[in-house]
T-cell receptor
């Protein structure tokens, strides 16, 4: 299995909702990442987990809460988002500190 | 913080023409990676360069890492419509451990 699977593919949520984005990989990668991408912009790093421990938090607002339950799963819990948080949320995995990233197809999030 | 600039931002070519995008850093890079993102898609890893002056080829794509490890290029020979997309470079940011994507070059290929 050489894929990163993200669910859901599309999500529309209100500003008072709580939702979660899910990411799964079975390549044995021990580093997993959340990126946010706005239209016509490069992906912007949010969080890095290495060996299931949060190693980088790029000053992301607390309304985004990551969780890594095990080496194959990565979640992003969303609460009280703003319309400007609407974007493509990409999950990726790799071996820590080496090799290219394998990206999932992303969750296209719209906050209304 | 470290800046990774790519030029050009956008290029429109006729099918069969060559294309080059450049990635330039203000500081020495430990390595550089290249990704392609099709319209509506997600980034796909193409290659990683590590050594000073390294050159790697993948069919019509040629990747170079500068001697000073501050710049890199991706050259496509005889573009095809399947080459359409945005090409990003990415590096590990050295001591800051920031994982930074370049600004990207959007390639449009006219048949």
């Amino acid at each position: 299995d050489t894929e990163v699977t993200q669910t859901p593919k599309h999500l529309v949520m209100g500003m008072t909702n709580k939702k979660s984005l899910k990411c799964e990989q079975h390549m044995g990668h021990r580093a997993m990442y959340w990126y946010k991408q706005k239209a016509k912009k490069p992906p912007e790093l949010m969080f890095v987990y290495s060996y299931e421990k949060l190693s980088i938090n790029e000053s992301v607002p607390s309304r985004f809460s990551p969780e890594c339950p095990n080496s194959s799963l990565l979640n992003l819990h969303l609460h009280a988002l703003q319309p400007e948080d609407s974007a493509l949320y990409l999950c990726a995995s790799s071996q820590p500190d080496r090799g290219g990233y394998t990206f999932g197809s992303g969750t296209r999030l719209t906050v209304v | 913080g470290q800046q990774v600039m790519q030029i050009p931002q956008y290029q429109h070519v006729q099918e069969g023409e060559d294309f080059t995008t450049y990635c330039n850093s203000s500081t020495t890079l430990s390595n550089i990676q290249w990704y392609k993102q099709r319209p509506g898609g997600h980034p796909v890893f193409l290659i990683q360069l590590v050594k000073s002056g390294e050159v790697k080829k993948q069919k019509r794509l040629t990747f170079q890492f500068g001697e000073a490890k501050k710049n890199s290029s991706l050259h496509i020979t005889a573009t095809q419509t399947t080459d359409v997309g945005t090409y990003f470079c990415r590096h590990d940011g050295g001591a800051t451990n920031k994982l930074i994507f370049g600004t990207g070059t959007l390639l449009a290929v006219q048949p």
